[in-house]
């Protein structure tokens, strides 16, 4: 079950549930399974401000001495579950700039109407990911002046690899109201699963369940879980790291019932 109760971020960084106590911090592993996770957070910019071209460039002098990479990157952005809309339409491409960390496998790409942090293997940990939310969003604020946050996306991607052909995704997952059974026991090659639920107006989630297949190897699974919320935030490093410590937390909910012993024998680094 996803989480109900919202927990708070208070300006010295504890977290706190909305009842004044402290949350519970999630386990740590260290051999985590996650090839990527993703932090999308959108904004609109007041009508009377004009985004200036250089913007790209004054956000760089920003983070240079962190993230002194520095290149175009026109993509597709990463999530498209839309309100309204039909599930997977894209959203428009738009230009974005991409920004390298120095020495952490870690990437922030901006455009002008949102900012994406990708964390890389190997994952550092949820409160290093939001120490560089926080990070990006205290920079971006000094080159554009957002009126709203209209949207905090998450999205982990989890990667199993297999360990013989005959292996199938029920060693490593359990069924729940995310993961159906059926898909669990399929053969290689005909393994997908997609499930994306509206939870009320303006959260919704996904969850999709597939593998890849590796010319030379058995392949593996993909476990991904994306998060999205669409609605008003005020932009201030607080509320956007409490909206986005609710969506993780949902996200690790959607794991935690799902991993199975196995699973959870590899993450910590016991043979399986």
Known sequence: MLQTAVSKRTETGTEMQEDGEPTVKHPSYPYPVIQEAIIEIGFSLPPEQLVDPQFFGNFFVEVKDEFPNLQPAPI????????????????????VMRYQHKSSPILLQ??????????????PGWETVL????????????????EVVT??????????????????????LNPTDYVPKGVLSSESGFLLS??????????????????????????????????????????????ITNEATRLHDDIWSVFKEAKSERLENLLKGVPV
Do not use: C
């Not at 901006?110 to 293997?121: A, E, K, T």
């Not at 010319?215 to 669409?230: H, L, M």
């Open 76 to 95: 597709q952005p990463m999530f498209n579950i839309q309100f309204g809309g039909t599930p997977g339409a894209p959203i428009p491409v738009a230009t």
């Open 110 to 123: 901006l455009s002008n109407s949102r900012i994406v942090i990708n964390v890389l293997p190997l994952y």
């Open 131 to 146: 120490s560089k939310i926080e990070y990006a969003w205290v920079r971006l604020v000094k080159v554009l002046s957002p």
């Open 151 to 172: 949207r905090i996306a998450l999205r982990y991607i989890n990667r199993i690899e297999r360990k013989d052909p005959g292996e199938t995704l029920s060693r490593w």
């Open 194 to 239: 997609q499930i994306r639920s509206r939870i009320d107006d303006v959260n919704r989630i996904g969850v999709v369940l597939s593998e890849d297949l590796q010319p030379g190897s058995f392949g593996a699974f993909i476990f991904d879980i994306e998060r999205i919320a669409e609605q008003a935030v005020e932009p201030t490093t607080v509320s």
